[in-house]
């Protein structure tokens, strides 16, 4: 299959997010005095994975996740907080750093010379953007689709519609969607009749429901798929 459109999930596909975020998470809980042990990251981890959960499944609103984790967090060890305060102070945090996948640079340098790059992230505009600036990979993409400025999240077809009724001359049958998520990406792919590439760096066991085109375990694999012809 020849793609000429290439569309990138970004935190964990091409942003090492668990490692930002943790820095930033600890961070945040020390300005305001709490050390950020482990049993603190599994209730704040299963507060927001359950909110993100609401959200993709259109169930809460996209304010409702990010201003109520953190006060959702603390309440459980018994303290009241401001939860749009800490976000604020959660989301300067993590605005101002990013981690590389590896292979991630020098993907999109050699791939944007022969494909058209895009962005399809769950995630918030403003910081999405600033981490894709100061990561260096900013340029090699011709647009960024974030679920706050769509108004629709990943996977819903709403979200994958609006990303093909903005793209130029797109063409179904020539996209590609690379993400590391099941849910999210490659069940998007599967709603909206797009070609998938699942990366499966954690050896996950894989879905009966839900089936990519393709699946490796590392970004350079990719070259085999989609590299420049």
């Known amino acids: 299959m020849s793609y000429k459109i290439l569309l990138f999930d970004l935190d964990d596909t091409l942003?090492?997010?668990?490692?930002?975020?943790?820095?930033?998470l600890k961070k945040l809980?020390?300005?305001?005095?709490?050390?950020?042990?482990?049993?603190?990251?599994?209730i704040y981890d299963s507060v927001n994975?359950?909110?993100?959960?609401?959200?993709?499944?259109?169930?809460?609103q996209l304010d409702e996740v990010l201003n109520s984790r953190f006060s959702e967090t603390l309440l459980k060890m018994g303290k009241i907080v401001d939860g749009t305060e800490w976000e604020n102070q959660y989301r300067e945090l993590l605005g101002n750093g990013y981690q590389l996948i590896d292979?991630?640079?020098?993907?999109?340098?050699?791939?944007?010379?022969?494909?058209?790059?895009?962005?399809i992230t769950n995630g918030i505009t403003k910081t999405q953007i600033k981490r894709?600036?100061?990561?260096?990979?900013?340029g090699f993409f011709e647009d960024i689709f974030d679920s706050q400025s769509v108004g629709f999240q990943k996977p819903s077809k709403e979200f994958f519609?609006?990303?093909?009724?903005?793209?130029?001359?797109?063409?179904?049958?020539e996209a590609l969607?690379?993400?590391?998520?099941?849910?999210?990406?490659?069940?998007?792919?599967?709603?909206?009749?797009?070609?998938?590439?699942?990366i499966n760096r954690k050896s996950q066991k894989c879905s009966e429901e839900i089936k990519s085109t393709y699946t490796i375990t590392s970004l350079s694999e990719l070259f085999n798929i989609c590299g420049p012809k």
């Open 103 to 119: 292979g991630a640079l020098e993907l999109c340098q050699s791939l944007s010379i022969s494909h058209r790059l895009f962005v």
């Open 29 to 42: 809980f020390h300005q305001h005095g709490y050390i950020f042990s482990d049993e603190l990251f599994r």
């Open 161 to 173: 519609d609006y990303v093909m009724g903005h793209i130029k001359d797109f063409n179904v049958s």
């Open 177 to 198: 969607i690379i993400g590391d998520s099941l849910n999210t990406d490659i069940k998007g792919g599967l709603l909206s009749g797009i070609d998938t590439c699942w």
């Open 132 to 138: 894709l600036k100061q990561s260096g990979l900013y």
């Open 15 to 24: 942003l090492d997010f668990s490692v930002h975020e943790i820095d930033s």
């Open 49 to 60: 994975k359950r909110l993100w959960s609401d959200y993709e499944n259109g169930d809460v």
